[in-house]
């Protein structure tokens, strides 16, 4: 089994910076990617950054420029660095860990960011 334990989150002007961080353990070897995601109340469910094993990364289309994904497999984290955020990126961010054939491993409990205008 996978556990995830995302940290970082918190309160932030518009135009300001986060970086979240996501804690893997236990079969950490399973993982191949990693995602972040967001759930703002009322909204879908937005995948906004994916890695790879080998760093290969996506975002959407919202994040792209302002967010950036990385991964430190020595020590099983992933980050998501967040920079000129808007009060649109207010949002639970969640982490996921998927495994072999993009199977979803575990998911994290969430942490909250919310900006200000």
């Known amino acids: 089994q996978v556990q995830l334990v995302e940290s970082g989150g918190g309160l932030v002007q518009a135009g300001g910076s986060l970086r979240l961080s996501c804690a893997a353990s236990?079969?950490?070897?399973?993982?191949?990617?990693m995602d972040w995601y967001r759930q703002a109340p009322g909204k879908q469910r937005e995948v906004v950054a994916t890695?790879?094993?080998?760093?290969?990364?996506h975002y959407a289309d919202s994040v792209g420029g302002r967010f950036t994904i990385s991964r430190d497999n020595a020590k099983d984290t992933v980050y998501l660095q967040m920079n000129s955020l808007k009060p649109e990126d207010t949002a639970v961010y969640y982490c996921?860990?998927?495994?072999?054939?993009?199977?979803?491993?575990?998911r994290g409990q969430g942490t909250q960011v919310t900006v200000s205008s």
């Open positions: 996921s860990a998927r495994g072999p054939f993009g199977l979803t491993l575990a």
């Open positions: 236990g079969n950490t070897f399973s993982i191949n990617d």
């Open positions: 890695i790879s094993s080998v760093g290969t990364t």
